[in-house]
C-alpha cells in the first residue's frame, strides 16, 4: 500500500491541527497504523497506533492526553487529532503500517509515505 499524510500545517503554541493518513492504492482495513514523527537532526520516534480494528490504541508519554488517533475504515483513513501542541511537536510526521514486534518501535512499521510538515510556534 501507498501512504500518504495530510493535514500539517503552521500552528502557533496550544492550537490543534488534524491529521489524516489515507491511500492511494489498496486498503488500511487489515492494517493497524502508527504516526511517527521526525524532527530535524533527531531520530525517528513512536507517536500513536490503532489496532486494525480501532480497539485498541497506544501513545507515547510525550503525547498522552494531547493526541487522538482513530480510524474510519469506512473511509479508509487514519486520523490524529493533535492540541494543545507545543513547539517541541515541531517534526515531519508519518504514518505507517505496523508490521510486527513493539507497538512503541518505529522499525515496527513498513509502508512509510510522504510526511506532512507540522511547526508549532512558541
Known amino acids: 500500500v501507498q501512504l500518504q499524510a495530510s493535514g500539517g500545517g503552521l500552528v502557533q503554541a496550544g492550537g490543534s491541527l488534524s491529521l489524516s493518513c489515507a491511500t492511494s492504492?489498496?486498503?488500511?482495513?487489515?492494517?493497524?497504523v502508527g504516526w511517527l514523527r521526525q524532527a530535524p537532526g533527531k531520530e525517528r520516534e513512536f507517536v500513536a497506533a490503532?489496532?486494525?480494528?480501532?480497539?485498541?490504541?497506544y501513545y507515547a508519554d510525550s503525547v498522552k492526553g494531547r493526541f487522538t488517533i482513530s480510524r474510519d475504515n469506512a473511509k479508509n483513513t487514519v486520523y490524529l487529532q493533535m492540541n494543545n501542541l507545543k513547539p517541541e511537536d515541531t517534526a515531519v510526521y508519518y504514518c505507517?503500517?505496523?508490521?510486527?514486534?513493539?507497538?512503541?518501535?518505529?522499525?515496527?512499521?513498513?509502508?512509510w509515505g510522504q510526511g506532512t510538515q507540522v511547526t508549532v510556534s512558541s
Open positions: 492504492g489498496g486498503t488500511l482495513n487489515s492494517y493497524s
Open positions: 505507517g503500517t505496523y508490521s510486527s514486534g513493539s507497538f512503541y518501535t518505529d522499525t515496527s512499521y513498513n509502508y
Open positions: 490503532i489496532t486494525y480494528s480501532g480497539g485498541i490504541t
